[in-house]
């Protein structure tokens, strides 16, 4: 579809921002790629491990979920350190996102900020000097846009994350000053 190039491009531009920003600092922030539906996500994902399998060797690349992980309602958890990794060790690795890109859905990233649930609050850890890219962010309703507002400006002040959005219809969420335009219509 027409809309993956523009994940690739995110993708990219986050990989520069974080070997830019992140590295005088000695750290590979975690790159979460957040998505309204399903659907886009088993597409965005099969593309991003295309990419990531033709960087990395395949003896490195047996055990993937290093490097990306795939996490919504639907997902198998099949996280694999090694060829015995215990399914309770998968769920746990799979819960926590402990993988370099997550690709998720919204409500998995929201119920990662506010939720009573231990296995949704386990991740906030990696919401912390992370790059978040946002793609489609005009499907959050409007009742919720106060909210993502506030959020991700304490989340960027406070804990040094960077959000990027990625679509073409600029929803009220926030406001001209509160962000920068990476790339401009002609």
Same mark, same amino acid.
């Given at each position: 579809?027409?809309?993956l190039? &523009?994940?690739?491009?995110?993708l990219?531009?986050a990989?520069?921002?974080?070997s830019r920003?992140?590295?005088k600092?000695?750290y590979?922030p975690?790159?979460i790629?957040?998505?309204?539906f399903?659907?886009? &996500?088993?597409q965005?994902?099969?593309v991003?491990k295309?990419?990531?399998e033709?960087?990395?060797?395949?003896?490195?690349?047996?055990f993937a979920?290093?490097?990306?992980?795939?996490h919504?309602?639907l997902?198998?958890?099949?996280?694999?350190?090694?060829?015995?990794t215990p399914?309770?060790?998968s769920?746990?690795?799979?819960?926590?996102?402990?993988s370099k890109?997550v690709v998720t859905?919204?409500i998995?990233l929201?119920?990662?900020? &506010?939720?009573?649930?231990?296995?949704?609050?386990?991740?906030f850890h990696?919401l912390?000097?992370?790059?978040?890219?946002l793609? !489609?962010i005009?499907?959050?309703?409007?009742k919720?846009?106060?909210f993502?507002?506030?959020f991700?400006?304490?989340?960027s002040?406070?804990f040094n994350?960077?959000i990027?959005f990625s679509?073409?219809?600029?929803?009220?969420?926030?406001?001209?000053?509160?962000m920068q !335009?990476?790339?401009k219509?002609?």
């Open positions: 579809t027409c809309a190039p &523009i994940s690739l491009v995110g990219n531009f990989n520069k921002l974080s920003v992140f590295k600092f000695g590979n975690k790159l790629f957040a998505l309204p399903t659907s886009i &996500i088993e965005n994902y099969n991003f295309k990419v990531l033709s960087k990395y060797s395949q003896e490195d690349f047996n979920n290093k490097y990306l992980l795939k919504h309602y997902s198998e958890i099949n996280y694999k350190l090694n060829e015995d399914i309770e060790d769920l746990f690795y799979v819960e926590n996102w402990d890109i859905t919204f998995q929201f119920s990662s900020m &506010i939720n009573n649930k231990n296995k949704n609050l386990k991740r990696n912390v000097n992370s790059i978040i890219i793609d !489609e005009q499907e959050i309703p409007p919720y846009h106060n993502v507002n506030s991700f400006k304490a989340l002040h406070y994350t960077y990027i679509t073409a219809t600029k929803p009220s969420i926030f406001d001209e000053n509160d !335009e990476i790339l219509k002609e």
